[in-house]
């Protein structure tokens, strides 16, 4: 079945610094998502991306689809301390089922 | 408008104790799901309804039972609890259509002993 792997799984970082996350699909996706879960809370949607090789950016977060549509990657530019939680890409084939990746978790230190 | 609402927000259940996990959404949305959330998987897809009276497995469907006899409800229900249940449980919904956004309720946070 399709698998949906992120890296890294841990994240700590300087603020300031940057941070960017890897997604790795097993089959090539309809679309893709990302979202955001705050520490204790519940995931966020963030942007979604459905070309091959999209780029789309929001303030300090970049987002990209692979031309093959079957990785993304998330970087935020100078992390800030509002930046902590985990980070999930989620993507579906075609179907109504969304794969969720693993997930990075970010700690950004002050 | 209250949106995605799960009940309840924490349980304890002992091993084979039966319970059922409410989640009810305001929005008119189509698809409803259930995920499980353990430390270092992800979010994992137990079941999912793209309407009233169709269900469908997920990726880790065994354990769980569901039903979807109205829009607005998709209770998740688990027959005999084992520790391997232990999980924070997400209801997510959204509107028809595959490239929508899910919105997600607060979780429940189970634990089996």
């Known amino acids: 079945g399709q698998q949906v792997m992120q890296i890294p799984q841990y994240q700590h970082v300087q603020e300031g610094e940057d941070f960017t996350t890897y997604c790795n699909s097993s089959?090539?996706?309809?679309?893709i998502q990302w979202y955001k879960q705050r520490p204790g809370g519940h995931p966020v949607f963030l942007i979604q991306l459905v070309k091959s090789g999209e780029v789309k950016k929001q303030k300090r977060l970049t987002f990209q689809f692979g031309e093959a549509k079957k990785n993304s990657s998330l970087h935020i530019t100078a992390t800030q301390t509002t930046d902590v939680g985990t980070y999930f890409c989620?993507?579906?084939?075609?179907?109504?089922?969304?794969?969720f990746g693993t997930g990075t978790r970010l700690k950004v230190l002050a | 408008n209250a949106g995605v609402t799960q009940t309840p927000k924490f349980q304890v259940l002992k091993t084979g104790q039966s319970m059922t996990l409410q989640c009810a959404q305001d929005?008119?949305?189509?698809?409803m799901s259930w995920y499980r959330q353990d430390p270092g998987m992800g979010l994992r897809l137990i079941h999912y309804?793209?309407?009233?009276?169709?269900?469908d497995q997920g990726e880790v469907p065994n354990g769980y039972n569901v039903s979807r006899s109205t829009t607005e409800d998709f209770p998740l229900r688990l027959l005999s609890a084992a520790p391997s249940q232990t999980s924070v449980y997400f209801c997510a919904t959204k509107p028809g259509g595959v490239g929508a956004p899910l919105h997600f309720g607060n979780g429940t946070r189970l634990t089996v002993t």
């Open positions: 989620a993507g579906t084939s075609g179907t109504y089922k969304y794969i």
């Open positions: 929005m008119n949305h189509e698809y």
């Open positions: 309804s793209v309407g009233a009276g169709i269900t």
């Open positions: 089959t090539t996706l309809s679309n």
